[in-house]
């Protein structure tokens, strides 16, 4: 369960951490699958190489195939592991990159993106920042990725969605887009009282409906996207917000 716990922290802050930057991973514990067995996930899912650290002949310390362990019969303290890891891919899963030797843009060319599509579609770029999709429209592309080089942006572009791992998960974003597709995905309009229970972030029963990510709406207006599973749905309305109040 901890490891598991820690692979989803892992695939929500990886895009806080840029291309080329390090990431410490350290844990309290000594078993493989927190350790060593996550550290090769966060390289084999997220993109990113172990760094060797020079321990200038201290014995004391002691090297695994993925970190260094710190056991307490030979160094001070409770005792614990570390691993020192590169991020080196803007984008991970089933996403795969492909540079624009002209303008040096890296574009999605094989996406994982089944859950929607766009209007016009062929009038946006759909470009990997990190581990989130973006589109753009083309005609003011340069202008887009010219501003966030320069300035600290705190959004742009059309976010559709996050990798985490191999799955996609749409943006709310997307979701309340004129510029989604709506027949392209399955658009479940709701009750009154769902669709409270919805925007309170609140679990919501799907039992009829298809399984996968819906689009929720309440007398035809979009409010965002669940997950469901058959005997659930995964709420996925943004936590900062949800409604507080007693409606």
Not at 91 to 113: A, L, P, R, Y
Not at 134 to 150: G, H, R, S, V
Not at 208 to 235: E, F, Q, T
Request: net charge positive.
């Amino acid at each position: 369960m901890c490891a598991e716990r820690q692979r989803e922290i892992l695939s929500s802050v990886w895009d806080t951490l840029k291309t080329d930057g390090i990431l410490v991973y350290s844990t309290c514990t000594y078993n493989r699958e927190e350790n060593e067995e996550n550290v090769q996930w966060i390289c084999e899912e997220l993109g990113a190489e172990v760094l060797t650290i020079n321990l200038d002949g201290n014995t004391n310390i002691t090297a695994s195939d993925n970190g260094y362990r710190f056991y307490p019969h030979k160094t001070k303290g409770e005792g614990f592991f570390l691993s020192v890891l590169r991020k080196n891919s803007l984008v991970h899963g089933n996403i795969k990159n492909k540079k624009d030797d002209k303008k040096g843009i890296k574009f999605v060319t094989n996406q994982n993106i089944k859950t929607f599509k766009l209007q016009e579609p062929e009038r946006w770029a759909i470009v990997p920042e990190n581990n989130l999709i973006k589109a753009y429209d083309k005609d003011l592309l340069t202008e887009f990725l010219t501003i966030n080089k320069l300035l600290k942006c705190m959004h742009s572009g059309i976010q559709l969605g996050e990798m985490k791992g191999s799955d996609f998960i749409p943006a709310i974003s997307i979701a309340l887009s004129k510029k989604l597709d709506k027949t392209s995905v399955e658009m479940i309009d709701v009750d009154y009282e769902t669709a409270i229970a919805f925007l309170r972030k609140d679990a919501i029963f799907l039992p009829d409906a298809g399984r996968g990510y819906l689009l929720i709406s309440y007398k035809g207006m979009p409010l965002g996207w669940v997950k469901n599973m058959g005997n659930r749905c995964n709420n996925l309305y943004p936590q900062e917000w949800r409604i507080r109040m007693k409606i």
